[in-house]
């Protein structure tokens, strides 16, 4: 398996945690994708391609897992974020190496912050990369051993009214429709790559195997992409 599980720590609550309503507009937009509710009929492509030069300091930042105070915390001591939470890497590359969602409350915080940081830092000439993980694989094909207590319904408000199960007992069900292939969330982490190279360095969640390179890093991000857009079945190669 390209992606290997990892052991994680469970995730502390940050001190003030941060609201996680987003507008389903503002999701869409930042993903460049369709709003929740259309069906995605287009492959928008990867946010960065397979090979970055190297320019300036690199920084690389594992298992977020919901937990935006450790993110924010980790960004502040490498000096990529002022105490506001705001970019001061300057012409920095971070890399997060995937594992966004699962064992924490708040992974849309996490997931709006890192979109913010790479707006952020791209206006000061520096570089916010983030990759696929495991943890966002297995909530696509609805594997949810790892998702917090207080995160079953951190993605109901990106799911249509009409459309979200009610039932105390559908957590899986609401889950499943917005992480699930085509789902909101699934279409705004699809553009995510599994691997990216900077300059003469591999970075990736787990490792990559001589078969991962026969079948081609390139071909495979690609089906993992469509895949996950819902727009084609699951890559074995994953």
């Known amino acids: 398996m390209f992606l290997c599980a990892c052991a994680g720590r469970p995730a502390s609550a940050p001190r003030a ?18 709003t929740p509710g259309e069906t995605a009929d287009v492959d928008p492509g990867p946010r960065w391609p397979l090979r970055l030069p190297a320019t300036g300091r690199i920084v690389a930042v594992g298992d977020v897992h919901g937990d935006l105070d450790a993110l924010i915390g980790v960004l502040r001591r490498a000096r990529l974020v002022d105490p506001a939470g705001h970019w001061a ?3 920095a590359t971070l890399v997060q190496v995937g594992d966004l969602l699962d064992r924490g409350n708040h992974e849309l915080a996490v997931i709006d912050t890192l979109d913010r940081l790479a707006a952020e830092a791209e206006a000061a000439g ?5 990759l696929l993980g495991n943890h966002e694989i297995m909530n696509t094909i609805g594997d ?3 998702v917090a207590p207080g995160a079953w319904h951190a993605f109901d408000g990106l799911i249509d009214a009409d ?9 899986e069900a609401a889950r499943a429709m917005a992480t699930g292939p085509g789902g909101p969330v699934s279409r705004r982490l699809a553009r995510n790559p599994l691997v990216v190279v900077i300059g003469d360095s591999l970075f990736a969640h787990g490792g990559v195997l001589p ?24 890559p074995a190669a994953i």
């Open 126 to 130: 520096g570089r916010v990369v983030v």
């Open 211 to 234: 078969a991962h390179l026969v079948y081609g890093l390139e071909r495979l991000t690609t089906d993992v992409r469509r895949w996950m857009l819902g727009l084609s079945p699951m």
């Open 89 to 91: 890497g300057g012409g």
């Open 17 to 34: 945690p941060p609201s996680t309503a987003t507008a389903t507009t503002a999701i869409a937009a930042a993903a460049g994708e369709k």
């Open 144 to 146: 949810f051993r790892y």
């Open 163 to 171: 459309q979200r199960p009610r039932a105390a007992a559908s957590n």
